[in-house]
């Protein structure tokens, strides 16, 4: 298993703080965006484009590539920010998002963005999707992996068992789902609205690898990752467990910033505590 650097995890600790910096940038400009599930994102999103994911932002269409899909795609921003920062596009083109003309879409569309797998937004289908990616690999002889971004409100939806049972039936080890636990959706906590516990459980009874990380401590994730790669007889899901809004005090565990764009003095202060000069 191949360890991270003290260097290296402060390098990617500082890419995931930039993302929440884009994020928040996009969100204020477009006067729309979902900031909290974003900002409990960043380092899971930073480890996987910056550390893990096999990509070539010269080749988007490389068929050897690894698949990451955001299942919760109104998610939208952090995705943009990890795929321009990654090269695939100019972060210029983030002046546009949500243009009708523009190829940044309120949610991702894989047909109009480089280096999104998947067009998301209707909430549960990632893991189906994700089986379907990991099953044809497996057909054509291709040894790409497929990654899974799911939000734990989303979990509510019986697609995405349907997915499990499906990736779990055909022994699909080549997929990896991350949970975005952070306990907070659209209307309120997830534990009061529709209680997910036993989480882990019920992963393991569809059959699947469960480990667990904190989603905001850089090596966590990326040992859970590096675990998953050793895991050969089934998939594999990480319940990372994550604070909605992270790293801006007032948005924190508040289901009110779940879909809210924040104003001018907000957003003002959010730079600022993610340590942005305004």
Not at 51 to 62: A, C, M, N, Q
Not at 83 to 93: C, I, K, N, S
Not at 177 to 185: E, G, K, T
Request: with cysteine; hydrophobic share 45%.
């Amino acid at each position: 298993m191949a360890s991270l650097t003290e260097s290296r995890i402060l390098e990617l600790e500082q890419i995931g703080r930039q993302l929440r910096i884009d994020s928040l940038k996009m969100i204020h400009r477009r006067k729309a965006g979902h900031p909290g599930g974003c900002l409990s994102l960043a380092e899971i999103m930073a480890v996987l484009y910056f550390s893990k994911l096999r990509i070539d932002p010269e080749r988007p269409g490389w068929p050897e590539r690894d698949r990451l899909i955001l299942s919760k795609g109104h998610a939208a921003a952090i995705l943009y920010a990890a795929l321009a920062r990654r090269g695939f596009f100019p972060a210029e083109d983030w002046n546009r998002w949500g243009e009708l003309d523009c190829h940044l879409q309120g949610h991702p569309d894989r047909l109009k963005t480089p280096g999104v797998e998947m067009t998301t937004g209707l909430l549960g289908h990632g893991v189906a999707i994700g089986a379907g990616l990991a099953l044809a690999g497996r057909l054509k002889g291709l040894n790409y992996r497929v990654f899974v971004v799911l939000g734990d409100g989303e979990c509510q939806a019986g697609i995405v068992w349907e997915g499990a049972m499906t990736a779990s039936k055909y022994h699909l080890a080549n997929l990896v789902a991350i949970l975005d636990y952070n306990d907070v959706q659209l209307d309120g906590p997830v534990h009061e609205i529709m209680p997910m516990e036993p989480i882990a459980s019920k992963w393991l009874a569809f059959n699947w690898a469960v480990l667990e990380a904190d989603g905001h401590n850089i090596r966590q994730i990326h040992e859970a990752l590096e675990a998953a790669e050793n895991i050969h007889d089934r998939p594999t899901i990480i319940v990372a467990r994550t604070t909605k809004g992270k790293g801006v005090s007032f948005m924190e565990n508040e289901a009110y910033w779940h879909g809210v764009a924040p104003n001018d003095a907000q957003f003002n202060q959010a730079l600022a505590e993610l340590g942005e000069v305004v």
